[in-house]
């Protein structure tokens, strides 16, 4: 079975650091990807920001995350993932354009 969180979206404020998007329970969500367009100014980029969790037993197994994009002009926008316990946190930096930004985004993962 497929879970979807759709249509979702969200402001990039300009010149942040790590600010967070949303979180995921990795209790009985191992792994997940957020399908996402970003308008900021004049840049729109479209991606998909892969995820997979560590176990929360803080082994030697590490989250880990890849992305996927395409843009029309840099959006000046660096997406992340970090792990506490059994809470995956994504998030996001922007450069300082003087422009904010706008997510739109929708999360998926297999249950």
């Not at 209790?27 to 100014?41: E, G, L, P, Q």
């Not at 946190?89 to 993962?109: A, F, M, W």
């Amino acid at each position: 079975m497929l879970i979807f969180l759709c249509g979702l979206s969200g402001q990039l404020t300009n010149n942040s650091v790590n600010q967070t998007i949303f979180t995921v329970n990795s209790i009985n969500t191992k792994a997940f990807r957020m399908d996402y367009t970003i308008t900021r100014f004049s840049s729109i980029r479209h991606g998909t920001f892969f995820v997979t969790a560590q176990d929360s037993d803080d082994s030697s197994l590490t989250l880990s995350y890849s992305e996927d994009y395409t843009e029309n002009l840099d959006t000046g926008v660096t997406f992340t993932a970090s792990q506490s316990s059994n809470t995956v946190s994504v998030k996001y930096t922007t450069t300082n354009t003087g422009s904010d930004g706008t997510l739109t985004y929708s999360v998926s993962h297999l249950a």
